[in-house]
């Protein structure tokens, strides 16, 4: 099989007395997409954030592409070459759309270079008629997609979003979809959700999440007929 | 915006050289020079505040320690060039270590604000305490409460007979300053700069893009720090003595008044804001009838009431409003742009 890109290991995140992420061992493939899915406070988000060095986990190892990075600071994550987007958007307001770009760019590439890529994405997100516009002004699906390319526009090899079709429209996660599609022919990518739609839509395997552990690891098909996966989500749009 | 660049540089030194040329018409030279002074102190923090998004409460502390370093070192080597040269590194030095304790320690704005505070009124008080004939440095006596006189002003670098001061003084801290804003110029241009901007806006999105903002915010911070220095040190020769109010916090608290009327986010604006309240204190200091405290406090109330973003912001609009041609949605969004990156 494929270079394993990401691992962890009895990774284990408690908030006092919460145990917000129970002992998780997970294996990522190179070009792999894998969703993460579970219901509200499930821990998928607290899983991300020990990932991505947002949070340092109280127990358990990280590796990425073999080399331990527990307890890495974010941008010593992120310079590896990992795009990162967080449940909350975290843009820049009151610059454009394309200085966003820009910044994310520069971390990798020389100002000439970087100059093209914003091009680049710009066009293939397609940003063109909001590229001067600052963020501030953008409506939430815009922006979204604003935050997308610029957590690619590095060509990251391993992409983490959480929840990146929260409160999009259907035409919006549509077009999501497709370009999700497209960075899966040179990353993998992580996603977390909880909206069963948009994971059905574009899921190959899934990673159910409950009360910080992990309940089942399996394809969409196999997770949706489930009947634990389907008491889990009781109530929820399953 | 890179072609443009050339063009912002030489509408700079076109204005530059007119005010400098103009302004001794209105005001005598000595008086004019401690504006300038105190516009380029007002730069240093509008820089890594209005650019940066630090808020530093002891901004004087870089100043006085410009001005104290100068003048120590003036005594010792008898003449100004490597004392100037001595007045911007050594703040500059003492900013990265306490911005790299700050910024890495992941200190919240707030203690930021009392850490900086607290330790210019360290430096306040220390220098208050070492009037006693053991506190020297080679042979210069710090002084205590009395400060340090009578050291040597600048000369021509080389010759330390030829002294600099009247208004050859006013010409070499008017082009000082011209030249430090030009660098401000550049360095807001620059990836650096940019990336800055971004820190202000979002310091987790700049970290999530693999930028160590710990380590910018150093550098920034040192840099402010060098130009409140160089300000310092360019005082120390004006005044020919140097004493421990340049530490008091009602000069640090001076510089973010300056700064809020001026106008932050702008480069202008602190210098306008300086030098306007410097020269609106000098004027009542003239009279007796109202004190000058009260009335530079009212001043800062009424622009955080009414022009919370400042003189300069509230100018450009103005000018633009008059100026400006097309969509009116479209003027605000360029406006805001300007403003971000170029002020
Ligand atoms: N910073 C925190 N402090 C205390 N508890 C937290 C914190 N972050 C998350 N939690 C708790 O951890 C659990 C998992 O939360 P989270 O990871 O956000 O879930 P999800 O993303 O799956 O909805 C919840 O019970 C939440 O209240
Ligand atoms: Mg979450």
């Known amino acids: 099989m494929a270079e394993t890109v990401l691992e962890t290991s009895s990774l284990t995140m408690r908030f006092g007395g919460v145990t917000a992420c129970d002992n998780v061992d997970f294996k990522l493939q190179a070009r792999e997409l894998r969703c993460l899915i579970g219901p509200n406070g499930a821990g998928k988000s607290t899983f991300f954030k020990c990932v991505t060095g947002l949070l340092s986990p109280t127990e358990g190892n990280v590796y990425m592409r073999g080399d331990e990075v527990t307890g890495w600071q974010p941008h010593q994550i992120a310079s590896l070459g990992v795009g990162i987007k967080t449940q909350t958007p975290n843009v820049m307001d009151s610059l454009t759309v394309s200085e966003n770009i820009w910044l994310a760019a520069r971390r990798f590439h020389s100002v000439i270079d970087s100059n093209a890529k914003v091009a680049e994405v710009i066009d293939r997100l ?12 953008l409506a939430h699906g815009e922006r979204q997609r604003v935050e997308l390319g610029l957590v690619t526009v590095g060509d990251p090899w391993l992409v983490l979003l959480d929840e990146p079709a929260a409160g999009m429209s259907a035409k919006d996660v549509e077009r999501m979809t497709v370009i999700i599609e497209e960075l899966l022919t040179r990353s993998a990518v992580i996603i977390v959700e ?18 910080g552990a992990v309940l089942m690891e399996d394809h969409v098909d196999a997770v949706m007929s489930d009947q634990t996966v389907r008491n889990v989500y009781l109530g929820k749009k399953a | 915006m890179q072609g443009s660049a050339g063009k912002d540089y030489l509408t700079i030194i076109v204005f530059g050289a007119a005010l400098i040329w ?3 018409m209105v005001e005598n030279t000595y008086t004019l020079t401690i504006l300038i002074i105190y516009g380029m102190l007002g730069l240093s923090l509008g820089l890594i505040w209005g650019f940066g998004g630090i808020l530093c409460f002891g901004q004087g502390a870089f100043f006085g320690l410009g001005a104290y370093t100068y003048a120590i070192a003036a005594i ?18 003492f900013a990265a270590i306490l911005g790299a304790m700050m910024f890495y320690g992941r200190l919240t704005e707030v203690y930021l604000g009392v850490i900086t505070l607290v330790v210019t009124l360290i430096l306040f008080k220390f220098i208050n305490s070492t009037a006693g004939p053991q506190y020297v440095i ?7 409460y009395n400060g340090i006189p009578g050291f040597q002003t600048l000369n021509v670098p080389g010759d330390p007979g ?15 300053l011209l030249l430090v804003y030009l660098l401000v110029t550049w360095l807001l241009r620059s990836s650096f700069g940019r990336i800055a901007l971004g820190i202000r806006e979002n310091e987790t999105r700049i970290s999530l893009m693999g930028y160590d903002v710990a380590a910018r915010k150093t550098v920034l ?16 020769s004006w005044g020919e003595i140097v004493t421990p109010t340049l530490f008091s916090m009602a000069q640090s608290a ?10 932050l986010g702008t480069r202008f604006g602190p210098i306008l804001g300086a030098a306007g309240l410097a020269y609106m204190k000098f004027l009542l200091g003239q009279q007796s009838l109202v004190d000058n405290t009260l009335i530079t406090g009212l001043i800062l109330v009424l622009f955080v009431l009414f022009l919370p973003k400042g003189i300069v912001p509230a100018l450009a609009r103005f000018y633009r409003a008059v100026l400006g041609n097309g969509s009116p949605g479209k003027r605000k969004n360029t406006h805001r742009i300007r403003r971000a990156t170029n002020g």
């Open chain 1, 126 to 137: 397609a940003l063109g008629s909001i590229a001067k516009t600052d963020l501030g002004q």
């Open chain 2, 22 to 24: 103009l302004l001794p």
């Open chain 2, 138 to 144: 080679g042979d210069a006596r710090l002084g205590g």
């Open chain 2, 254 to 263: 001076e510089i973010i008044i300056w700064c809020i009327v001026g106008g």
């Open chain 2, 76 to 93: 010792n080597f008898g003449e100004s060039t490597v004392p100037m040269l001595l007045a911007v590194i050594i703040p500059a030095i």
């Open chain 1, 194 to 211: 909880h909206d069963m739609q948009f994971i059905r839509s574009i899921a190959r395997d899934v990673t159910v999440f409950h009360q």
């Open chain 2, 221 to 236: 911070f040192a840099i402010g720090a060098a130009i409140a220095g160089l300000a310092g040190a360019l005082f120390a």
């Open chain 2, 162 to 176: 030829a002294y600099l001061w009247g208004d050859s003084y006013y010409y070499v801290c008017a082009v000082a």
